[in-house]
């Protein structure tokens, strides 16, 4: 089953299946019709739009995706990361409890297919750069600008949670 959303920083591609948003990924075009109206993409769509509209910080719609246990440490590690704030590689490999594992925090942080949701957008580099993200740095650097102006604050770079 399928959706898309128009966003402010391009199309969002969502994917479900057995009653789970299992992809949501970006893209510069829409993704074609028709789109199906099941219970999960209704809610994955409505939260989205309430977090681009600024009033929703987290997301409890059904979601699954499948990975190895790392990953799914990574992705829950991610999870972790508040609303309006960031931490880099290191850190997250730190409160994972291995900080040379930062490569493999990053390798899985790419792997992620819920993209906003499981925000990966909020991890950055050591020296506070935009490293990476799968639906491109433009877009990295616009969500933190939107969950900084919702959040009341500046972006703060570390682990305090």
């Given amino acids: ?8 920083v391009g199309y969002l591609h969502i994917h479900s299946e057995d009653g789970f948003i299992r992809v949501i990924h970006f893209s510069d075009e829409p993704l074609e019709g028709p789109y199906d109206e099941a219970p999960e993409l209704q809610a994955c769509l409505r939260q989205l739009g309430e977090y681009f ?10 979601m699954q995706q499948g990975g190895t246990p790392f990953q799914q440490s990574v992705w829950n590690g991610l999870l972790q990361i ?6 880099s590689y ?3 490999s ?17 792997r992620n297919q819920l ?7 909020r991890v950055i580099g050591s020296d506070r ?3 990476g993200y799968a639906g491109g740095l433009h877009r ?14 500046a972006q703060q770079l570390g682990l305090d949670w």
Avoid: Y
């Avoid at 089953?1 to 402010?8: A, D, E, I, R």
């Avoid at 509209?53 to 059904?62: C, E, K, L, Q, Y």
């Fill in 1 to 8: 089953m399928k959706s898309c959303l128009s966003t402010p």
């Fill in 53 to 62: 509209a600024g009033s929703r910080t987290h997301f409890d719609f059904p």
């Fill in 82 to 87: 508040p609303f309006g704030k960031t931490c």
């Fill in 90 to 92: 290191r850190d997250l």
């Fill in 94 to 110: 730190k409160q994972l409890g291995d900080v040379k594992a930062i490569r493999a925090v990053g390798t899985a942080n790419g």
């Fill in 115 to 121: 993209a906003i949701v499981v925000p990966c957008h």
């Fill in 129 to 131: 750069s935009l490293t």
């Fill in 140 to 153: 990295k650097q616009w969500l933190l600008a939107h969950e900084a102006r919702h959040a009341g604050g």
